[in-house]
């Protein structure tokens, strides 16, 4: 057999990779700060992460933080359990997937501050990142499952049929496994979505106690050491909830793929 | 007993079946053998209530357990072959068996924890053949069982088949005359 001449990558190589990638930016953002000499404009990584530490140890980051992460996380799991279950309705009652076809169209192609501005005026700010957040995710998940249904093995349902097994055991078995790679995608665009409106949501509804209004409250005093800060908890936060996430995702599929273990 | 009375099926304007009857007493076996496209598969997808019959009525025992190896694997792709054959066996059942089925499949222990979209061809014919065993049916149905199962491993198999089928229905669809003798069937030409 002929070998590859691709290069092979290996792991220890690809984290080096990126960890240089990251210190190269880093250097620039830092010549950047230097070239332009002003705080106000740009504050140099140095100084921000030097103000991300003193915000950590402050009970007002923690409540911040806690606040945020509640009800955007809140806003995701709603709507991915309604856009898992709406999914599976529309997949049976074609009546259902027409009805629900022009609400996830408008939701997808209206801008997010339109909904945000109505929401402050329907609920008023505090549980605002809730309703955004759900309205952001919902149809990515409802629209991904839904394929994934739609791309199921028909087959594999009519030997299930044969073999009389259980709803549940053709659920977990037969359905989760063929629609997990798109519930696994549509996840990864939805978590990232979730936090960038949710906070967008708490910024314009000025929402007490959240991180958006710290953003808020950095943008009216010009404190843009502040602002990077609360930036970087937020990329921090994303991404920490979004590998923890689909890891559980993972670790289910592994625990069914091996079911006869 | 298995019975289908006037049975008949077309697909748009060619008829497949036509005004078919049949009857298969319990524990007996029935090779069904006829040129492709003769309706072998759509008769057992009709027993198996997976087609409706244009007209006809089909009889099978009440309760019956219905065990198949279909045309295709029908495979849970990245589940182990083990795992494949644990999900339809019923309740309560020992599946300690499923090694020792698998085992006399020629299915290696190392062979049954690998997902089964790593298997050869053959290999999965015989996770399919072992999953129809291990599900324990009243009534088998085959359809094609062994192609693609290599020449040395194929008495094995089939005698696993018929030792598991003893005293039960077979129906089997097959080109393969030795295939119908060695399950002990009796062969009718559609």
């Avoid at chain 1, 502040?226 to 991404?239: K, P, R």
Wanted: charged share 20%.
């Amino acid at each position: 057999m002929k070998a590859s001449t691709t290069p092979k990558v290996d792991n220890k190589k690809k984290y080096i990779y990126k960890a240089l990638a990251v210190a190269f930016w880093i250097i620039v953002w830092e010549a950047l700060a230097r070239a332009v000499g002003s705080e106000l404009i740009i504050c140099s990584p140095y100084k921000t992460f030097r103000r991300l530490l003193e915000l950590c140890v402050t009970p007002e980051f923690r409540s911040a933080v806690a606040f945020s992460s509640l009800r955007i996380l809140s806003g995701f799991f709603a709507a991915l359990l309604s856009g898992i279950i709406c999914a599976v309705i529309s997949s049976r009652f074609q009546v259902v997937r027409i009805l629900l076809q022009p609400i996830t169209s408008v939701i997808k192609a209206t801008p997010v501050a339109s909904f945000i501005i109505l929401a402050i005026i329907w609920f008023g700010s505090r549980n605002l990142s809730v309703f955004i957040s759900f309205l952001m995710v919902f149809p990515v998940i409802y629209l991904n499952v839904l394929e994934g249904i739609d791309n199921t093995d028909r087959k594999l349902s009519e030997m299930a049929k044969v073999f009389g097994i259980s709803p549940l055991k053709k659920l977990v078995y037969i359905y989760f496994p063929q629609i997990l790679p798109f519930l696994i995608s549509g996840c990864s665009v939805a978590l990232g979505l979730c936090w960038k409106s949710g906070i967008a949501a708490e910024v314009i509804g000025i929402s007490t106690g959240s991180v958006g209004e710290m953003l808020y409250r950095a943008k009216l005093y010009f404190e843009t050491g502040d602002l990077l800060a609360w930036t970087a908890v937020i990329i921090l936060a994303s991404t920490l909830f979004e590998k923890l996430f689909m890891l559980a995702l993972k670790l289910i599929k592994r625990k069914i793929e091996g079911a006869g273990r | 007993m298995i019975r289908l009375e006037n049975i008949s099926k077309s697909y748009g304007k060619q008829a497949v079946l036509s005004g078919l009857n049949l009857e298969l007493n319990d524990g007996g076996r029935l090779a069904v053998m006829g040129r492709s496209g003769a309706g072998k598969t759509t008769l057992l997808n009709i027993i198996m209530g997976l087609i409706k019959p244009d007209s006809g009525s089909v009889l099978l025992p009440e309760g019956a357990r219905l065990g198949a190896v279909f045309q295709e694997d029908r495979l849970i792709e990245p589940l182990t072959a083990a795992a494949n054959c644990k999900i339809v066996m019923p309740k309560g059942a020992d599946a300690g068996r499923i090694p020792e089925t698998l085992g006399s499949l020629g299915i290696t222990p190392e062979l049954s924890e690998k997902p089964v979209s790593e298997l050869s061809g053959g290999e999965r014919r015989r996770v399919a053949a072992a999953r129809m065993i291990l599900s324990e049916p009243d009534i088998f149905i085959l359809d094609e069982p062994f192609k693609g199962i290599d020449s040395e491993t194929l008495p094995k198999v089939t005698e696993a088949v018929s030792k598991a089928a003893e005293g039960k229905t077979l129906m089997l669809v097959t080109h393969s005359p030795d295939e119908a003798e060695a399950l002990g069937c009796r062969v009718m030409q559609l």
